[in-house]
């Protein structure tokens, strides 16, 4: 069955430090991707998604990712976080088999010092 | 506002007891899900709707039931059979994942057994 790892649990930075979470899944194939983040007090959100086309995709505030396909990742990027951005950050991809079906990552705790 | 309701916002659960979690949402959405959190395990499906009068387990479904009455009402039974309720439950719905649609996330309800 289709997993999702995010090998970083948890993530302290100081504020213009650059971000890179990782997240890899383990089946091929046709997938479509995501990055949620959940604010404390706050909804799951979408920060951006991937489903064909440029492997580099830009979400809200500042963040992108890269799908690289022979790595099986997708890792969150942001070149200067803020402490807005403190948050938990889930990487999500669809199932291989029914693309309903969304599976989890188990999520990086970011941390943003002043 | 169009959105996801899930009520209540907290519940308590005595040994043996089931107990019913609310999810409505008027967002006209034909899929719904409902996923558990827990501490360092990420998002977990528990059973996910894709049309009414239909449903399909997810990956932790033992100890749940769920039906889909009513398009817009997905509500969770957390069973006697479910030994370790305590958890963060959300629930969730979108048009399609497999059309890259995101889910919209209702607010959670925080599940304690006495």
């Known amino acids: 069955a289709q997993s999702v790892s995010q090998h970083n649990h948890h993530v302290i930075l100081s504020e213009a430090a650059s971000l890179e979470l990782g997240c890899n899944y383990s089946y091929g194939g046709t997938v479509n991707l995501f990055w949620y983040v959940q604010y404390p007090g706050q909804h799951l959100q979408l920060l951006l998604k991937y489903f064909s086309g440029d492997p580099l995709v830009k979400g809200i505030k500042g963040f992108e990712a890269e799908f690289i396909k022979s790595k099986f990742s997708f890792n969150l990027r942001k070149p200067s976080v803020q402490w807005s951005d403190t948050a938990e950050y889930f990487c999500a991809v669809t199932d291989l088999y029914n693309t309903d079906k969304l599976i989890f990552g188990t999520g990086t705790r970011l941390q943003v010092f002043p | 506002d169009g959105g996801i309701t899930q009520s209540p916002k907290y519940l308590f659960r005595k040994e043996g007891q089931n107990v019913t979690l609310s999810c409505e949402q008027n967002l006209n959405h034909d899929a719904m899900y409902w996923y558990r959190q827990d501490p360092g395990q990420g998002l977990r499906l528990i059973y996910y709707?894709?049309?009414?009068?239909?449903?399909q387990k997810g990956d932790i479904a033992e100890g749940y039931s769920v039906s889909r009455e009513k398009k817009e009402s997905f509500p969770l039974t957390v069973t006697s059979a479910q030994k370790n309720p305590t958890a963060f439950y959300l629930c969730a719905s979108t048009d399609r994942i497999a059309t890259n649609e995101k889910l919209f996330f209702g607010s959670g309800t925080q599940l304690s057994v006495l």
């Open positions: 709707s894709q049309i009414v009068n239909d449903f």
